[in-house]
């Protein structure tokens, strides 16, 4: 049947004055003043990126929208956050908390925080799965580091690029190297987590990151015997570093030419003038672990879709520069959507990481390296 004229020249007017309709009081709302209570965590370099950078960006653009930071020193409150939240669900009222950065894997399996994909943040498309998926979409992973191999140039012309290679040239040149204690930072730990990786099961490796079986550990002895092997070739015929600082420090007076470090804490410290221009970084295969931070939504957020934008700015590639160049930590987008300036200064270490082990595992780690290699010297 044939539409009237009236009929064809309406339709167009009926579906706008629909849209109009549909839309409006969407539009009028997102004019409203909203305020986005964002609890996060962390050393006071978190607090200062925030509240003195990212926070006054995202207001200055976004007029209508206020975020409340409430910040916890070293995450010493953020324990009772999660309890309030946990209390507010129990509850069915609003917790008050919409944004949260700090311990988000756990929040989002007790059921406190929203899975988040690209159709709530569409630029998630540019993360690593992997990075994404540690923290099971729990939340947006905005800045990472990885623990890296530092280097002298001078004295290496040609740094190992595999564990392989690393334990070849740590024999080959005996007092060079070193690392700390596992227990006494994470630079060491990532030594160590790496060299015993080399007798477990791959189809056990997920495990070791996970859960907890003691029974397992026998898989460690490949690794305790290499670390035990390499001991005497370390630093003054055996001698560890006291903590990541001090392998930093060992490094910068040319005590050692090589040694495991923190990316973030090794571009400071460069960044600072307290390492030489000869010292660089470079990350083996396989990797050593490393982490992200993420930000998470609250499941019981009355701003959801403001929420969301945020989260999506904050992935942005602009505000993602600013966040690598501020944190010196690697973006938490693929490189290939930073600017060239950020893909050069990171290209050689922001790679994909591997991760430590669980809590248990770590700890009997690091007893039994105190019990099969540091007391057996």
Do not use: C
């Not at 490796?205 to 907890?212: A, I, L």
């Amino acid at each position: 049947m044939k539409k009237s004229a009236w009929g064809r020249s309406k339709a167009p007017w009926l579906v706008t004055a629909l849209l109009l309709a549909s839309v409006g009081p969407q539009v009028a709302a997102q004019n409203e003043p909203i305020t986005l209570n964002f609890y996060s965590e962390g050393d006071v370099n978190v607090q200062d990126l925030w509240q003195k950078t990212l926070i006054p960006m995202y207001q200055k653009a976004h007029p209508n929208i206020k975020i409340n930071l409430v910040f916890s020193a070293h995450g010493t409150s953020s324990q009772s956050t999660l309890d309030r939240m946990a209390g507010a669900q129990k509850a069915n009222k609003p917790s008050g908390v919409d944004l949260l950065e700090g311990n988000v894997p756990d929040a989002g399996e007790a059921g406190l925080l929203e899975k988040l994909d690209t159709r709530k943040v569409p630029l998630l498309s540019r993360v690593e799965p992997n990075t994404l998926a540690r923290a099971q979409s729990y939340g947006v992973p905005y800045r990472g580091s990885s623990v890296v191999l530092a280097y002298d140039s001078n004295r290496v012309k040609n740094p190992p690029q595999t564990l392989d290679a690393l334990i070849a040239w740590i024999n080959k040149n005996p007092g060079q190297f070193t690392y700390n204690a596992p227990d006494s930072g994470g630079s060491g730990n990532a030594f160590v987590t790496r060299i015993l990786r080399l007798g477990i099961d791959p189809a056990s490796s997920s495990f070791f990151e996970t859960d907890y079986d003691a029974s397992k550990e026998k898989q460690w002895d490949k690794g305790f015997a290499l670390l035990k092997q390499l001991a005497p070739n370390l630093y003054n015929g055996g001698q560890y570093s006291k903590n990541n600082v001090e392998t930093l420090q060992l490094l910068g007076k040319g005590a050692i030419a090589m040694g495991p470090v923190w990316s973030d804490q090794a571009l400071s410290y460069m960044k600072q003038g307290l390492l030489p221009p000869n010292i660089k970084l470079v990350q083996i295969r396989p990797a050593f672990y490393g982490g992200s931070s993420y930000v998470g939504v609250s499941k019981d957020s009355q701003n959801k879709q403001a929420a969301y934008d945020f989260l999506n700015w904050l992935l942005s590639s602009d505000v993602q520069a600013i966040v690598a160049d501020q944190m010196n930590g690697y973006p938490g987008v693929r490189l290939q959507y930073m600017p060239k300036e950020v893909q050069t200064k990171y290209g050689s270490i922001a790679k994909d990481f591997s991760f430590n082990f669980s809590s248990k595992f770590n700890s009997d780690m690091n007893r039994l390296w105190y019990e099969r290699i540091a007391g057996r010297q």
